[in-house]
């Protein structure tokens, strides 16, 4: 089952539109594709700067 999308506006140059056309017409893969798989992109490099779940230590009172 396809994840539910959500719609929203990205602004992008006329060379980055000209260029995701052709691939789009090579390839056959949806624009929206690509810009999501960009967005992967981004938030795996950025990772680190993104709240996770806090590292939880225990301490048993063992040396």
Excluded at 9 to 34: D, F
Excluded at 43 to 60: I, K, Y
Aim: proline share 5%; hydrophobic share 35%; net charge neutral.
């Amino acid at each position: 089952m396809a994840r539910k999308k959500i719609s929203t506006t990205v602004y992008i140059t006329p060379e980055q539109n000209e260029k995701l056309k052709l691939l789009h017409e090579r390839t056959k893969v949806p624009i929206a594709v690509y810009i999501r798989e960009g967005i992967d992109l981004v938030l795996e490099h950025h990772q680190h700067e993104l709240p996770g779940q806090a590292q939880l230590s225990f301490d048993t009172g063992r040396e």
